[in-house]
């Protein structure tokens, strides 16, 4: 009696895993991620009319516009995460590639995965010292962070920085901390 043929094979269940690890790490981000409701500004005149100004942002606006701002940026990091995993799902899944280009594509996948980790454990240490708000952009080779406070000095900056040394392989030089008020 002849054994019956294994149709899944090793890189199946390897490419699978990976694009299940992918899906989680990108859930995790998403759910981490605060949910916030963006408010249009108001106005009210002499006359006690309602006058709305629709979607304009005041350049002077004290904390309205930064809390829109790190919504806003992490609505846009998750849409453009997500946007990758499904460009890599749709090459990984495509049937003209070799097994190498296989393999890479999901190394790939990943260096992404492990990204979107690292910016999200960023995230909640430097939240942890005490700031309100930041969000974390990384892309291997260099790493932006945008905190929101009323000043930055130089023991705030390179306690962030060494936040960053310790959770990435990114050089101190390729570090940028930028400050919303």
């Given at each position: 009696m002849k054994k019956p043929t294994l149709i899944i094979g090793k890189k199946h269940i390897i490419m699978s895993c990976l694009t299940l690890m992918l899906a989680v790490a990108v859930y995790i981000n998403y759910a981490a991620t605060?949910?916030?409701s963006k408010k249009k500004p108001e106005?009210?005149?002499s006359q006690?009319?309602?006058i709305s100004y629709g979607e304009t942002e005041f350049v002077n606006a004290p904390a309205d516009s930064a809390t829109d701002y790190f919504a806003q940026a992490r609505l846009d990091k998750m849409n453009n995460r997500d946007e990758a995993v499904q460009t890599l799902q749709m090459i990984i899944?495509?049937?003209d590639i070799t097994e190498d280009e296989t393999v890479m594509k999901a190394l790939d996948a990943v260096e992404v995965s492990k990204l979107i980790e690292s910016e999200g454990t960023i995230e909640s240490l430097i939240k942890a010292q005490g700031y309100s708000d930041c969000v974390a952009y990384l892309d291997g080779?260099?790493?932006k962070v945008v905190v929101r406070t009323e000043g930055l000095d130089k023991a705030q900056a390179a306690s962030i920085k060494e936040i960053i040394l310790g959770e990435t392989d990114v050089s101190a030089e390729n570090i940028r901390i930028f400050e919303v008020k």
């Open positions: 605060p949910v916030t106005k009210k005149n006690e009319e309602t899944g495509g049937g080779t260099s790493a």
